[in-house]
């Protein structure tokens, strides 16, 4: 299992929709001058697989809209095109499509255009090796250096959470750009 595809729109600086081209199942490098967008990008693709952006006050919400002079927008979405070939996902399908919108008042998942609860899309990742509450796959800017001052106890329990129960062979996505 990997991204092949995101799509955004709405979110964040990114107004128009945009598609990436299908994704290499081994190594992608996002580059981009400053301020073009490449945080914001990673900062999607976690809106719609950790649980980090659960319980989102209203204000947070609008904080995700696109907000510009003269274009703002009321709803956005983030879709995740996995490439599923490998039945990871326990769905019987070689692609799997999960979109996460938002708007001002609510914000909802939908998995192969079907709408779903929040548990059914958790429970789902987890059950694809996705870490919930420590996507340590999305590795965020300064996390490096700060693995690094670590204490020894700390970066051992680190390790054992990666090799453990919760160890996916998911593309790691190094955000070292972001
Ligand atoms: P750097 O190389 O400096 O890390 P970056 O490519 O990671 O830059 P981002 O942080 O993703 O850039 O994008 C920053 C831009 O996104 C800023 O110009 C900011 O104004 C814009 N931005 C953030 N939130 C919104 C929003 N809700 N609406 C419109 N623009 C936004
Ligand atoms: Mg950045």
Same mark, same amino acid.
């Given at each position: ?14 107004? &128009? ?6 994704? #290499? ?8 001058? +400053?301020?073009?967008? %490449?945080? +914001? ?12 952006? /659960? ?19 009321? #709803? ?8 599923? #070939? ?32 929040? $548990?059914?899309?958790? +429970? ?15 590795? /965020?800017?300064? %996390? ?9 106890? &700390?970066?051992?329990?680190?390790? %054992?959470?990666?090799?453990? &129960? $919760? #160890?996916? &062979?998911? $593309? ?5 750009? $972001?």
């Amino acid at each position: 299992m990997y991204i092949k595809k995101v799509v955004i729109e709405g979110f964040k600086s990114y107004r &128009e929709e945009i598609s990436t081209e299908p994704f #290499s199942p081994k190594v992608n490098v996002v580059v981009g001058a +400053n301020g073009s967008g %490449k945080s +914001n990008f990673f900062h999607a693709i976690r809106f719609v697989l950790s649980d980090m952006f /659960q319980n989102l006050r209203s204000e947070d919400r609008g904080a995700l809209l696109h907000e510009g002079a003269g274009h703002s927008v009321v #709803s956005a979405f983030v879709e995740i095109v996995f490439d599923n #070939s490998d039945n990871r996902i326990p769905v019987d399908k070689d692609e799997v499509r999960l979109r996460r919108t938002v708007a001002s008042k609510k914000d909802e998942y939908y998995l192969d255009g079907k709408h779903v609860s929040k $548990t059914e899309v958790m +429970n789902l990742l987890e059950s694809a090796g996705f870490s919930r509450s420590n996507p340590y796959y999305v590795v /965020q800017q300064g %996390k490096i250096a700060s693995l690094t001052l670590m204490k020894d106890s &700390e970066r051992l329990d680190l390790l %054992k959470e990666i090799g453990g &129960e $919760t #160890s996916c &062979e998911w $593309t790691f996505i190094h955000a070292l750009l $972001t």
